[in-house]
């Protein structure tokens, strides 16, 4: 399974970005995506994640900002960033775990950059 992240660059506070990670390859269910981050500095992080059913958590630090979803037909994941902070700069990673197996993929890394 091959993870492929995309839609990082420059946002300002208050705007919004959409993050999109598409897999391929052979794709097992059930799996859950989700999404890390890596700020400077810091250990990576578990920020949000969505099951192939649909049910999803989030991290205190984006509930209610972040809405993370996903396209099964599509194979394709996607995590939406409104109001973000200058806090949520960081290297955001995709990251897919295909249940009761040891197979755990991850995608490069997309930087997103929150100006004030």
């Known amino acids: 399974v091959q993870l492929q992240a995309s839609g990082g660059g420059l946002v300002q506070t208050g705007g919004s970005l959409t993050l999109s990670c598409v897999a391929s390859?052979?794709?097992?269910?059930?799996?859950?995506m989700r999404w890390y981050r890596q700020a400077p500095g810091k250990q990576r992080e578990l920020i949000a994640g969505?099951?192939?059913?649909?049910?999803?958590n989030y991290a205190d630090s984006v509930k209610g900002r972040f809405t993370v979803s996903r396209d099964n037909r599509k194979n394709t994941g996607y995590l939406q960033m409104n109001s973000p902070e200058p806090e949520d700069t960081a290297v955001y990673y995709c990251?897919?775990?295909?249940?009761?197996?040891?197979?755990?993929?991850w995608g490069q890394g997309t930087l997103v950059t929150v100006s004030s």
């Open positions: 969505i099951n192939s059913s649909g049910i999803t």
């Open positions: 390859g052979s794709i097992r269910s059930p799996n859950s």
């Open positions: 990251n897919m775990l295909i249940w009761g197996t040891r197979f755990n993929y």
